[in-house]
């Protein structure tokens, strides 16, 4: 029988067997409803873990559909070693060393030793790119204040390349040097105008195929 119908069919004997609601069999046992329900419904996605069931066996030791000694639940526990984990809902993103400022600053490449946790359900409200798609810098300078201020954590969004003028914040790269600007079309003959949001900063004229579009800011993060 499959690792999983094993574990519906020893719940449903188990709630059967109580005569109880499945939520009340797991309050009995001091763990969590889903604990029963996924099994018992036929949607869990890992087994049964090993401290449910002993605390299981405990609330009913009378129950006679239990594994048999000591060797079946270290059968069981070693079938717990290879399942895969369950998903949580964070994920964990590299840091690229881009920085604004007055001027640009040189790209290194990504950081990979340095890494934040972000939760899934939280970027899901700005992009849907995958976590290999985003990356997290911090900023350094006012060239984008008041919008980004010093020191905030940005969140760059590198599967969007072709921007539309006059519309978001994007990290861009001329050479080895990047920076976060909005970009403006100045007209034919005068190219692309990298602008600040600091009205005290003057626009940057540049060509398009000096241009290096690195991603899209997406996110800003900031304490209050």
Do not use: C
């Amino acid at each position: 029988m499959d690792p999983f119908a094993q574990d519906t069919d020893l719940v449903r004997r188990l709630v059967e067997f109580a005569g109880l609601a499945p939520a009340q069999v797991a309050k009995r046992a001091g763990i969590s409803a889903s604990t029963i329900n996924r099994p018992l419904n036929g949607t869990a996605t890992t087994r049964l873990g090993r401290a449910a069931l002993e605390k299981l066996m405990a609330a009913f030791p009378d129950f006679p559909g239990w594994p048999s000694g000591t060797e079946a639940l270290a059968d069981r526990r070693l079938a717990f070693k290879h399942q895969p984990p369950e998903r949580d809902d964070t994920v964990e993103i590299d840091e690229i060393d881009l920085r604004y400022g007055l001027g640009a600053a040189f790209i290194d490449g990504p950081v990979s030793s340095e890494k934040r946790v972000f939760s899934r359900a939280w970027l899901r409200n700005f992009t849907r790119a995958a976590p290999e798609h985003l990356f997290w810098t911090i900023g350094d300078g006012d060239s984008m204040e008041p919008t980004i201020r010093s020191g905030e954590v940005i969140l760059i969004d590198t599967s969007q390349k072709t921007p539309r003028m006059a519309e978001g914040i994007w990290a861009v790269a001329m050479g080895e040097f990047g920076m976060v600007k909005r970009l403006h079309f100045a007209g034919k003959d005068e190219g692309l105008k990298l602008v600040s949001d600091n009205q005290l900063i003057p626009p940057i004229s540049v060509a398009e195929d000096e241009l290096h579009i690195i991603g899209r800011v997406v996110a800003v993060m900031r304490r209050l």
